[in-house]
């Protein structure tokens, strides 16, 4: 069972600006992870690396992988927004697979959080195995990666927020935008 996500940038811009102002730090993966972004890592066979080869450009993208077994991968950075009206974006490969009794899910989130750093909703682009207990709510959803080639997601967080009714926009002050693969199921 692994679940993979490698990651080949990741931006989240001020659309309102002439130019756009990038607020992902090291969102291309061209530095090393740490400081901008943190690394999290539950349970065993999990890896996070940065590589050129992970897809055909010469630059660098990220691999966050969670193998057999509970627990989970998470590369995380956490964002102040200026305001809801931000475009996030990102091009990445999901993929997942478990045994019979497991589930697995990858993807990125977007946690919505107030200036506590409470988490109010989140928006993941992700592939599940079938097993996968979650389901969409008031304050999640669940946008699903159509197959695990390579391919650019992206939305516009108030456009988005329409999704989570239980969230209240005007509370939103930081994002956190996490890569992550995740395993449950006691395999
Ligand atoms: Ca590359």
């Given amino acids: 069972m692994v679940r993979r996500v490698p990651l080949l ?4 811009v001020v659309p309102s600006y002439v130019l756009a102002i990038e607020l992902v730090s090291n969102g291309g993966f061209e530095n090393d992870l ?4 943190q690394v999290e890592s539950v349970g065993a066979a999990t890896n996070f690396s940065r590589s050129t ?3 055909g450009d010469p630059d660098y ?3 966050v992988e969670k193998g057999a077994g509970n627990g989970l991968a998470k590369l995380s950075q956490t964002i102040v927004i200026p305001a809801t009206d931000v475009d ?17 899910a990858a993807g990125v989130a977007v946690n919505y959080e107030d200036h506590f750093g409470n988490v109010l909703g989140t ?14 709510s008031d304050t999640f959803h669940m946008i699903l990666a159509p197959d695990e080639s390579w391919n650019s997601y992206g939305f516009n967080l108030g456009s988005e927020l329409a ?5 209240d926009p005007l509370a939103i002050r930081q994002v956190r935008i996490s890569l992550f693969g995740e395993v449950g199921g006691d395999c």
């Fill in 61 to 63: 993208e990220v691999l």
């Fill in 123 to 136: 928006t993941m682009i992700l592939r599940t195995t079938s097993a996968c207990p979650w389901v969409d």
């Fill in 9 to 12: 940038f990741l931006m989240l």
């Fill in 34 to 37: 740490p400081p901008a972004w």
């Fill in 163 to 167: 999704n989570l009714a239980g969230v």
């Fill in 53 to 55: 080869g992970y897809d």
């Fill in 88 to 104: 996030f974006s990102v091009n990445a490969q999901v993929q997942v697979s478990a045994t019979e009794g497991p589930w697995a």
